[in-house]
């Protein structure tokens, strides 16, 4: 039997609960349509990275990384699986939303607390932030997608409190990539400034329509999953492979090592090629590289010191 039928072989119902407000075969076709978006810029993004030599690919592993990850998200939420049914809080009179049981895709979130720190290393680590201010960065991005995925959960008002909880996470991140991350990629040099500010502006930009999707989704009840399916989709859209063609478009001709990234391949392991690293001949013996966001490599005159 041809077609989608992913809605009458999976059902709506779960956990012991039928959700009454549930995705229809055009949401999950919906669905399968980015599924196949992230799948196909996950191959992009890997065959890309061999245009450049294995110590120059961190930042296309991290950005197909983000899109397979969204591609397995999506590929549940099209099968019409990663959810559980919760009683709504605002009961509504529109069709399209009536009901008692809303069905939440608790799947998307597991993609959001993976995917997200990898977008915000994407970003970070280009702009050479040190590794302190990117680790705590990355915990006040995990505070606001498990509070988000704690409230939408919840069926009371107090959903609303874990809602204002990642908001307050939010807008620190916002704040690290918008202010402190752009002095700091300024600091590098024009091209690496210019590829930070597209994506930087691009992203922050787009996570500030999430907290409405979710207002107008799982908090509010507002719109049917399948226009929830089509804002959350187009934003992630945007917010992975368009970000990520962005990213390494704007990494083309930047070198990691300028970022403090100093990653050696297995031949110029010291231990292999006899205490000597690739690269001395043209710094005279004297390998010197130090930033927050990267490995920091001391002198090396036969012997290699890395701390």
């Known amino acids: 039997m041809g077609g989608n039928n992913a809605i009458n072989v999976n059902g709506n119902t779960n956990n012991g609960g039928t959700a009454d407000i549930a995705i229809t075969t055009h949401g999950s076709d919906w669905y399968w349509a980015v599924t196949a978006v992230m799948f196909l810029s996950t191959l992009v993004f890997m065959g890309l990275s061999f245009t450049k030599s294995r110590p120059h690919r ?50 998307r979130y597991i993609d959001w607390v993976i995917t997200t720190p990898l977008l915000l290393m994407d970003l970070l680590l280009t702009a050479g932030l040190p590794w302190p201010t990117i680790l705590y960065t990355i915990l006040m991005d995990e505070v606001m997608i498990i509070t988000g995925l704690v409230g939408a959960l919840v069926h009371t008002s107090y959903k609303w409190g874990y809602f204002t909880f990642g908001c307050v996470a939010f807008l620190f991140v916002a704040w690290n990539v918008t202010w402190v991350a752009r002095k700091h990629a300024a600091a590098l040099g024009p091209d690496v400034s210019r590829a930070f500010l597209i994506c930087g502006v691009w992203t922050i930009f787009l996570w500030f329509l999430y907290p409405i999707a979710w207002g107008l989704c799982e908090g509010g009840n507002v719109i049917s999953p399948d226009s929830e399916a089509v804002f959350y989709g187009i934003l992630d859209l945007c917010a992975k492979p368009i970000f990520g063609a962005l990213l390494l478009w704007g990494h083309r001709n930047i070198d990691p090592a300028r970022l403090g990234l100093h990653i050696r391949d297995y031949d110029e392991d010291p231990a292999l090629t006899g205490g000597i690293h690739h690269g001395e001949k043209h710094h005279n013996g004297i390998n010197n590289g130090s930033n927050g966001a990267g490995i920091t490599t001391g002198a090396t005159n036969g012997a290699a010191d890395t701390v």
């Open 58 to 107: 961190i930042f296309h592993y991290i950005t197909a990384s983000i899109t397979l990850v969204a591609s397995i998200a999506y590929f549940s939420m099209g099968s019409n699986l990663g959810w559980t049914p919760i009683a709504v809080e605002f009961m509504r009179g529109n069709p399209r939303v009536h009901g008692m049981y809303r069905e939440i895709f608790y799947v």
